[in-house]
Protein backbone atom coordinates (compact mmCIF):
# COMPACT_ATOMS: atom_id res chain seq x y z
CA UNK A 1 0.00 0.00 0.00
CA UNK A 2 0.52 3.32 -0.58
CA UNK A 3 -0.43 7.10 0.67
CA UNK A 4 -0.50 10.01 -2.11
CA UNK A 5 -2.15 13.59 -2.48
CA UNK A 6 -5.72 14.44 -2.69
CA UNK A 7 -6.64 14.61 -6.45
CA UNK A 8 -9.24 16.48 -8.47
CA UNK A 9 -10.08 13.06 -9.99
CA UNK A 10 -10.96 11.52 -6.70
CA UNK A 11 -15.14 12.55 -6.24
CA UNK A 12 -16.11 9.54 -6.76
CA UNK A 13 -14.39 7.40 -4.21
CA UNK A 14 -14.95 10.84 -1.89
CA UNK A 15 -18.74 10.17 -2.67
CA UNK A 16 -18.26 6.56 -1.74
CA UNK A 17 -17.19 7.42 1.52
CA UNK A 18 -18.70 10.76 2.49
CA UNK A 19 -22.89 9.91 0.78
CA UNK A 20 -23.19 6.50 1.84
CA UNK A 21 -25.01 5.80 5.32
CA UNK A 22 -23.16 3.28 6.13
CA UNK A 23 -19.76 5.37 6.14
CA UNK A 24 -21.18 7.61 7.51
CA UNK A 25 -23.02 6.08 10.30
CA UNK A 26 -20.55 7.60 13.15
CA UNK A 27 -20.17 10.39 11.69
CA UNK A 28 -24.20 11.94 11.61
CA UNK A 29 -25.29 10.62 8.51
CA UNK A 30 -24.32 10.99 4.66
CA UNK A 31 -23.41 14.19 3.16
CA UNK A 32 -25.53 15.47 0.28
CA UNK A 33 -23.59 14.68 -3.05
CA UNK A 34 -23.53 17.68 -4.78
CA UNK A 35 -21.70 18.79 -1.86
CA UNK A 36 -18.58 16.28 -2.77
CA UNK A 37 -16.76 17.73 -5.82
CA UNK A 38 -16.33 21.37 -3.95
CA UNK A 39 -14.83 19.10 -0.60
CA UNK A 40 -12.32 17.71 -3.22
CA UNK A 41 -11.39 20.83 -4.68
CA UNK A 42 -10.83 23.12 -1.09
CA UNK A 43 -9.00 19.73 0.26
CA UNK A 44 -6.74 20.21 -3.31
CA UNK A 45 -6.20 23.27 -2.47
CA UNK A 46 -5.17 22.79 1.01
CA UNK A 47 -2.44 20.01 0.20
CA UNK A 48 -1.12 22.65 -2.16
CA UNK A 49 -0.93 25.16 -0.20
CA UNK A 50 0.58 22.87 2.79
CA UNK A 51 -2.22 23.56 5.11
CA UNK A 52 -2.59 20.06 5.36
CA UNK A 53 -1.96 16.68 5.02
CA UNK A 54 -5.02 14.37 2.40
CA UNK A 55 -4.04 11.37 1.74
CA UNK A 56 -5.45 8.74 -0.43
CA UNK A 57 -4.74 5.09 0.52
CA UNK A 58 -4.13 3.67 -2.23
CA UNK A 59 -3.94 -0.37 -2.53
CA UNK A 60 -0.93 -2.71 -4.62
CA UNK A 61 -3.71 -3.07 -6.64
CA UNK A 62 -3.68 0.96 -7.55
CA UNK A 63 -7.53 0.58 -6.01
CA UNK A 64 -8.41 3.70 -3.67
CA UNK A 65 -9.23 2.26 -0.33
CA UNK A 66 -10.09 5.37 1.61
CA UNK A 67 -8.35 8.49 3.00
CA UNK A 68 -6.40 9.44 5.81
CA UNK A 69 -5.98 13.14 6.68
CA UNK A 70 -3.98 15.13 9.42
CA UNK A 71 -4.53 19.24 9.62
CA UNK A 72 -4.36 21.71 12.30
CA UNK A 73 -7.20 23.83 13.68
CA UNK A 74 -7.44 25.92 17.07
CA UNK A 75 -9.21 24.78 19.88
CA UNK A 76 -9.58 26.55 22.92
CA UNK A 77 -6.99 29.79 21.95
CA UNK A 78 -4.71 26.75 20.65
CA UNK A 79 -3.24 25.24 17.72
CA UNK A 80 -4.50 21.06 17.73
CA UNK A 81 -3.45 18.85 15.08
CA UNK A 82 -5.92 16.35 14.23
CA UNK A 83 -6.23 13.21 12.53
CA UNK A 84 -9.03 10.88 11.15
CA UNK A 85 -9.63 8.03 8.55
CA UNK A 86 -12.23 6.38 6.37
CA UNK A 87 -11.66 3.28 4.67
CA UNK A 88 -14.09 2.02 2.04
CA UNK A 89 -16.21 -1.59 3.16
CA UNK A 90 -14.60 -3.71 0.64
CA UNK A 91 -10.95 -2.92 2.68
CA UNK A 92 -12.24 -3.12 6.16
CA UNK A 93 -11.09 -5.82 8.46
CA UNK A 94 -7.79 -6.11 6.72
CA UNK A 95 -5.88 -3.74 8.92
CA UNK A 96 -5.73 -0.93 6.33
CA UNK A 97 -6.41 2.22 8.78
CA UNK A 98 -4.16 0.89 11.00
CA UNK A 99 -1.76 0.74 8.09
CA UNK A 100 -2.39 4.09 7.01
CA UNK A 101 -2.74 6.07 10.03
CA UNK A 102 0.64 4.63 11.32
CA UNK A 103 2.38 5.57 8.13
CA UNK A 104 0.98 9.28 8.28
CA UNK A 105 2.19 9.21 12.07
CA UNK A 106 5.43 8.51 10.84
CA UNK A 107 5.38 11.49 8.39
CA UNK A 108 4.53 13.79 11.03
CA UNK A 109 7.41 12.52 13.38
CA UNK A 110 9.92 13.06 10.59
CA UNK A 111 7.97 16.42 9.50
CA UNK A 112 8.35 17.51 13.12
CA UNK A 113 5.43 20.15 13.05
CA UNK A 114 2.42 18.66 14.18
CA UNK A 115 3.20 18.30 17.82
CA UNK A 116 0.68 15.82 19.79
CA UNK A 117 -2.02 14.68 17.30
CA UNK A 118 -5.26 14.17 18.31
CA UNK A 119 -7.85 11.21 16.88
CA UNK A 120 -12.15 11.62 17.49
CA UNK A 121 -13.25 8.50 16.61
CA UNK A 122 -17.11 8.23 18.07
CA UNK A 123 -18.04 6.55 21.01
CA UNK A 124 -19.19 3.65 19.10
CA UNK A 125 -17.15 3.36 16.51
CA UNK A 126 -15.21 0.22 17.68
CA UNK A 127 -12.65 -0.27 14.49
CA UNK A 128 -11.49 3.77 14.85
CA UNK A 129 -11.15 3.57 18.78
CA UNK A 130 -9.05 0.16 17.75
CA UNK A 131 -6.62 2.28 15.62
CA UNK A 132 -5.90 4.80 17.77
CA UNK A 133 -5.01 1.49 20.38
CA UNK A 134 -2.74 0.03 18.02
CA UNK A 135 -0.92 3.08 17.14
CA UNK A 136 -0.47 4.12 21.46
CA UNK A 137 -3.03 7.10 21.25
CA UNK A 138 -3.73 7.72 24.69
CA UNK A 139 -7.50 8.20 25.49
CA UNK A 140 -8.33 11.49 27.47
CA UNK A 141 -12.19 12.03 27.27
CA UNK A 142 -15.34 11.52 25.84
CA UNK A 143 -16.63 14.89 24.81
CA UNK A 144 -18.49 16.29 22.12
CA UNK A 145 -17.22 17.78 18.53
CA UNK A 146 -18.52 19.44 15.89
CA UNK A 147 -18.49 17.75 12.29
CA UNK A 148 -20.02 19.58 9.14
CA UNK A 149 -22.77 21.30 11.34
CA UNK A 150 -23.68 17.98 13.57
CA UNK A 151 -22.48 17.46 17.41
CA UNK A 152 -21.02 14.21 17.75
CA UNK A 153 -20.06 12.14 21.03
CA UNK A 154 -16.86 10.92 20.51
CA UNK A 155 -13.87 9.61 22.24
CA UNK A 156 -10.72 12.05 22.16
CA UNK A 157 -7.24 10.57 21.67
CA UNK A 158 -4.07 11.86 21.98
CA UNK A 159 -0.20 10.55 20.48
CA UNK A 160 2.56 12.33 21.18
Given at each position: ?????VE???V?VY?????????MA???????????????????E????N????K?I?????????????WS???????????????????????VA????G????????D????P??????????????V????G?R?????DV???G?????N?W???
Amino acid sequence: MRLRDVELGDVEVYTRMRCDPLMMAELGGPLPAETIPDKVARDVETVAANEGWIKMIVTDGDEVAGSVVLWSHEEDGRLMSEMGWMVLPEHQGRGVATWAAGALLALAREDGRWGPVHAFPGVGNAASNGVCRRLGFRLLEQCDVSFVGRTLRTNHWVVD
